[in-house]
């Protein structure tokens, strides 16, 4: 979500100048008012924090609605480490910037832009041809003021790292569909592929172009191609002593049908000899991690993270690995089953700074090197999902808890100290209590989960419940800001989200309990966790709702199909005819590797297309929901479930958002999704006064 001002023809602007307010006298504050629909709009994305090297001041990005445009927008801000000078550093009226780095000197800000170069400048030798809306990496002064842009690659930049001696930068560019120079045509030409994978969501139908490593120098804007080939190179890690620069790749015949990925390095110059770093058969910093290498301060190791062989795909935790450059010898210094993510390097070398999963809660933690020890430096309920450390040792985290969403703060010795809240607004809104939940499932095991009790909660009163199940499979509802459950619980539902069997957090064994075998043991701990708050005197039985998106869709589908107590249930972006998702989605990898093809696994795919299969069984009035670009999930998963269903006259909706990827991202859409479904549960929930 992004907020769009006035900037000058187009180019990023810093801001020069603040406005202060006067000081009035006060009236007394309001009493808090619950947290509605229209409050979405108003919810700001912090994200990217980034330390300069003297750890004196943050920069980052903030995401806001711009209503005007219906889109988000992110502009760039900084704050001094003391919490002072907090300013805005980019105003664009129809373009964002992202991912904010700060040069090695601390005199710069690069970071990424969709705006266009102003219209004086002519095509730079890292591009040419028609100008088009695409990313390209540009640079401002780290005070604030006019921004250029330093590469001009007609397909753009997806991601950029410095070079420590901040003259020139490493950037990942995908090959651009024609050559340099050549007009776009009036119609795009054929798609043709032959490639095993040939979607990937965000990006369509796959081909033949690639991305590949280049490096820029920044005074002249040159640009050399240092790796080619059939194959992707991404995030990109310049060493410390500035003659390497790692990366991340798959290799072999064909690295469509694999997921191990491996660590690369090569020398920063044209024609150079790549080396391939890691060499373990599994995911070596598979991109889903949104984690690069991290090179040790005195350039001789890389932290990384590591997956378990293929066939666990996401079911196997990440662990925090580090390999010896020369050598190649690669150990796990905290072998935990739990995932790790977005490790940094302490200034000593002895340790590193990383986010460690939990049941519940992500933390940010210090792993000691020599003996394996991991120390948490967050505590409590709590969901931290990014952060950045200077060179010397100042830390700051991105994450919060149940009320409040992503929050930039210092991490230091008596605790957290808030640098970027965008969110105050919050204050003004009464907003519902999270709790734990843990209860026996009938298989005598453990389960946890969440409850928000509504607004104005009576003991010894019921109320309608909605079952809220989480995406994945392989994922958690942690203690994080869930804007829909305080809209649930401000309009008189309990909610009730339960981390069933197959949700991370807690261990290998837990997660791959649903491994090939989707909607079985998960389905029985969801409605084992119904019956707990039942139980309680909190649920009523005869108000149930259940819903979720992705796999919290297909897990959906497959509690109705197994239970007919249901009033109500919405369905967003799932699937539940696996036969016609294989080679229609994005998994073709992951349905082979895990449920093997439908000509030779006749009864796993029947397991997993179980409500499809059966979908006589449902009699759940049920919404469906899809986006009509997503090839992650696409809409014939929500299309077939829907047709299924108007077949034999059960109450149902289809609702498809066009243009949208398997995340919505358009404001209005957004919107439209809470109000939907807020009334959907409502017509089947709640009592008719």
């Given at each position: 979500?992004?907020?769009?001002?006035?900037?000058?023809?187009?180019?990023?602007?810093?801001?020069?100048?603040?406005?202060?307010?006067?000081?009035?006298?006060?009236?007394?504050?309001?009493?808090?008012?619950?947290?509605?629909?229209?409050?979405?709009?108003?919810?700001?994305?912090?994200?990217?924090?980034?330390?300069?090297?003297?750890?004196?001041?943050?920069?980052?990005?903030?995401?806001?609605?711009?209503?005007?445009?219906?889109?988000?927008?992110?502009?760039?801000?900084?704050?001094?480490?003391?919490?002072?000078?907090?300013?805005?550093?980019?105003?664009?009226?129809?373009?964002?910037?992202?991912?904010?780095?700060?040069?090695?000197?601390?005199?710069?800000?690069?970071?990424l832009s969709d705006a266009p170069p102003p219209a004086k400048a002519k095509p730079?030798?890292?591009?040419?041809?028609?100008?088009?809306?695409?990313?390209?990496?540009?640079?401002?002064?780290?005070?604030?003021?006019?921004?250029?842009?330093?590469?001009?690659?007609?397909?753009?930049?997806?991601?950029?790292?410095?070079?420590?001696?901040?003259?020139?930068?490493?950037?990942?560019?995908?090959?651009?569909?024609?050559?340099?120079?050549?007009?776009?045509?009036?119609?795009?030409?054929?798609?043709?592929?032959?490639?095993?994978?040939?979607?990937?969501?965000?990006?369509?139908?796959?081909?033949?172009?690639?991305?590949?490593?280049?490096?820029?120098?920044?005074?002249?804007?040159?640009?050399?191609?240092?790796?080619?080939?059939?194959?992707?190179?991404?995030?990109?890690?310049?060493?410390?002593?500035?003659?390497?620069?790692?990366?991340?790749?798959?290799?072999?015949?064909?690295?469509?049908?694999?997921?191990?990925?491996?660590?690369?390095?090569?020398?920063?110059?044209?024609?150079?000899?790549?080396?391939?770093?890691?060499?373990?058969?599994?995911?070596?910093?598979?991109?889903?991690?949104?984690?690069?290498?991290?090179?040790?301060?005195?350039?001789?190791?890389?932290?990384?993270?590591?997956?378990?062989?293929?066939?666990?795909?996401?079911?196997?935790?990440?662990?925090?690995?580090?390999?010896?450059?020369?050598?190649?010898?690669?150990?796990?210094?905290?072998?935990?089953?739990?995932?790790?993510?977005?490790?940094?390097?302490?200034?000593?070398?002895?340790?590193?700074?990383?986010?460690?999963?939990?049941?519940?809660?992500?933390?940010?933690?210090?792993?000691?090197?020599?003996?394996?020890?991991?120390?948490?430096?967050?505590?409590?309920?709590?969901?931290?999902?990014?952060?950045?450390?200077?060179?010397?040792?100042?830390?700051?985290?991105?994450?919060?808890?149940?009320?409040?969403?992503?929050?930039?703060?210092?991490?230091?010795?008596?605790?957290?100290?808030?640098?970027?809240?965008?969110?105050?607004?919050?204050?003004?809104?009464?907003?519902?209590?999270?709790?734990?939940?843990?209860?026996?499932?009938?298989?005598?095991?453990?389960?946890?989960?969440?409850?928000?009790?509504?607004?104005?909660?009576?003991?010894?009163?019921?109320?309608?419940?909605?079952?809220?199940?989480?995406?994945?499979?392989?994922?958690?509802?942690?203690?994080?800001?869930?804007?829909?459950?305080?809209?649930?619980?401000?309009?008189?539902?309990?909610?009730?989200?339960i981390n069933p069997r197959g949700s991370s957090g807690r261990g290998f064994d837990?997660?791959?309990?649903?491994?090939?075998?989707?909607?079985?043991?998960?389905?029985?701990?969801?409605?084992?966790?119904?019956?707990?708050?039942?139980?309680?005197?909190?649920?009523?039985?005869?108000?149930?709702?259940?819903?979720?998106?992705?796999?919290?869709?297909?897990?959906?589908?497959?509690?109705?199909?197994?239970?007919?107590?249901?009033?109500?249930?919405?369905?967003?972006?799932?699937?539940?005819?696996?036969?016609?998702?294989?080679?229609?989605?994005?998994?073709?990898?992951?349905?082979?590797?895990?449920?093997?093809?439908?000509?030779?696994?006749?009864?796993?795919?029947?397991?997993?297309?179980?409500?499809?299969?059966?979908?006589?069984?449902?009699?759940?009035?049920?919404?469906?929901?899809?986006?009509?670009?997503?090839?992650?999930?696409?809409?014939?998963?929500?299309?077939?479930?829907?047709?299924?269903?108007?077949?034999?006259?059960?109450?149902?909706?289809?609702?498809?958002?066009?243009?949208?990827?398997?995340?919505?991202?358009?404001?209005?859409?957004?919107?439209?999704?809470?109000?939907?479904?807020?009334?959907?549960?409502?017509?089947?929930?709640?009592?008719?006064?």
């Amino acid at each position: 979500m992004r907020l769009r001002l006035m900037a000058a023809a187009g180019s990023v602007c810093a801001l020069l100048a603040t406005a202060s307010a006067a000081a009035v006298p006060s009236a007394p504050p309001a009493p808090p008012v619950p947290f509605g629909v229209d409050d979405l709009a108003r919810l700001a994305d912090v994200a990217a924090p980034d330390l300069s090297a003297d750890g004196k001041a943050l920069v980052y990005s903030v995401s806001t609605v711009n209503a005007k445009e219906d889109l988000a927008q992110t502009d760039l801000w900084r704050v001094g480490y003391d919490g002072t000078g907090r300013v805005q550093l980019t105003r664009t009226p129809t373009h964002s910037e992202s991912r904010p780095l700060w040069s090695p000197d601390g005199r710069a800000i690069a970071f990424l832009s969709d705006a266009p170069p102003p219209a004086k400048a002519k095509p730079g030798k890292s591009g040419g041809g028609e100008e088009e809306e695409v990313s390209q990496v540009w640079l401002m002064p780290a005070a604030g003021g006019p921004a250029r842009p330093i590469t001009r690659f007609p397909s753009g930049v997806d991601d950029y790292v410095w070079s420590p001696d901040g003259k020139r930068i490493a950037v990942i560019v995908r090959d651009s569909e024609r050559p340099a120079g050549a007009a776009k045509p009036k119609h795009p030409p054929p798609i043709v592929s032959e490639r095993y994978q040939f979607k990937e969501d965000g990006t369509g139908y796959l081909g033949e172009r690639r991305t590949h490593l280049y490096v820029v120098d920044i005074a002249s804007g040159k640009a050399e191609q240092i790796t080619t080939g059939k194959h992707d190179e991404i995030l990109p890690s310049w060493s410390p002593d500035g003659k390497l620069v790692a990366y991340v790749t798959k290799r072999g015949v064909d690295p469509d049908r694999h997921l191990n990925y491996d660590i690369y390095v090569v020398e920063p110059k044209a024609g150079a000899s790549e080396r391939q770093l890691t060499t373990f058969p599994g995911s070596d910093l598979d991109p889903y991690w949104e984690t690069r290498p991290a090179w040790s301060p005195d350039s001789t190791r890389i932290a990384y993270l590591r997956s378990g062989e293929d066939k666990w795909i996401y079911y196997a935790p990440w662990q925090l690995a580090v390999v010896d450059v020369a050598s190649g010898h690669e150990t796990v210094p905290a072998p935990i089953d739990r995932c790790f993510t977005k490790p940094h390097w302490s200034a000593d070398g002895r340790g590193v700074f990383v986010l460690v999963e939990q049941s519940g809660v992500t933390h940010l933690s210090r792993v000691e090197l020599d003996n394996g020890r991991v120390t948490e430096l967050t505590h409590g309920d709590r969901f931290d999902y990014d952060l950045a450390v200077s060179r010397n040792d100042r830390v700051v985290v991105l994450g919060d808890g149940d009320l409040h969403p992503y929050r930039i703060s210092a991490v230091e010795g008596d605790g957290l100290r808030v640098l970027a809240d965008h969110n105050e607004f919050l204050a003004t809104r009464a907003l519902a209590a999270v709790e734990t939940i843990r209860f026996r499932n009938r298989d005598g095991g453990e389960i946890e989960g969440l409850l928000v009790k509504p607004h104005g909660y009576a003991p010894g009163r019921r109320y309608p419940t909605i079952v809220r199940l989480h995406g994945g499979p392989v994922y958690q509802f942690s203690h994080e800001f869930m804007p829909d459950w305080q809209v649930y619980a401000a309009q008189g539902f309990a909610v009730l989200a339960i981390n069933p069997r197959g949700s991370s957090g807690r261990g290998f064994d837990f997660a791959r309990a649903i491994y090939a075998d989707w909607g079985s043991v998960d389905v029985r701990d969801v409605l084992d966790g119904i019956e707990h708050v039942v139980a309680l005197g909190i649920a009523d039985p005869q108000r149930l709702g259940v819903g979720g998106w992705s796999y919290g869709a297909i897990l959906t589908n497959a509690v109705i199909a197994s239970d007919t107590r249901f009033k109500a249930a919405i369905s967003g972006a799932g699937a539940s005819n696996m036969y016609g998702m294989y080679g229609h989605d994005q998994y073709i990898r992951e349905y082979e590797l895990e449920l093997g093809t439908p000509w030779a696994n006749r009864d796993v795919y029947d397991r997993a297309s179980f409500p499809f299969l059966h979908a006589d069984r449902i009699t759940t009035p049920t919404m469906f929901q899809c986006a009509g670009e997503d090839v992650n999930v696409p809409c014939l998963g929500a299309e077939q479930m829907y047709q299924a269903l108007r077949s034999r006259n059960v109450p149902t909706r289809l609702v498809v958002y066009p243009g949208e990827s398997h995340g919505l991202t358009v404001p209005s859409y957004l919107r439209d999704r809470m109000a939907r479904n807020l009334a959907w549960y409502q017509r089947f929930l709640q009592e008719v006064p």
